[in-house]
């Protein structure tokens, strides 16, 4: 069975620091492109920060220079450090794990993430 826990989120003050972790079982680590997504309210779920399988990073425009993923093969962890945040950031984040050569993903539950002004 697979599973995708994320944990991390709270409550932080505009400029404040948050590290989300998520920790993956059932699946071949490795194997897989990791992603962070968000979802805020009335709004679509978008793509926060990606890292494949050999270390390759990208970001969302909207977080480029304060938001850093990260990845620990070796204990199925993925990480997303946020600093500076903002208002707009306040958003449930979701872990999701892609699989690099099928057409196959998993989803976490998910945590929220609220930054107040």
């Known amino acids: 069975q697979v599973q995708l826990v994320e944990s991390g989120g709270g409550l932080v003050e505009a400029g404040g620091s948050l590290r989300l972790s998520c920790v993956a079982s059932?699946?071949?680590?490795?194997?897989?492109?990791m992603n962070w997504y968000r979802q805020a309210p009335g709004k679509q779920r978008e793509l926060v920060a990606a890292?494949?399988?050999?270390?390759?990073?990208s970001y969302a425009d909207s977080v480029k220079g304060r938001f850093t993923i990260s990845r620990d093969n070796a204990k199925n962890m993925v990480y997303l450090q946020m600093n500076s945040l903002k208002p707009e950031d306040t958003a449930v984040y979701y872990c999701?794990?892609?699989?690099?050569?099928?057409?196959?993903?998993?989803w976490g539950q998910g945590t929220q993430v609220t930054v107040s002004s």
């Open positions: 999701n794990a892609k699989f690099t050569w099928a057409p196959v993903d998993y």
């Open positions: 890292i494949a399988s050999r270390g390759t990073v």
């Open positions: 059932g699946i071949i680590f490795s194997s897989y492109a």
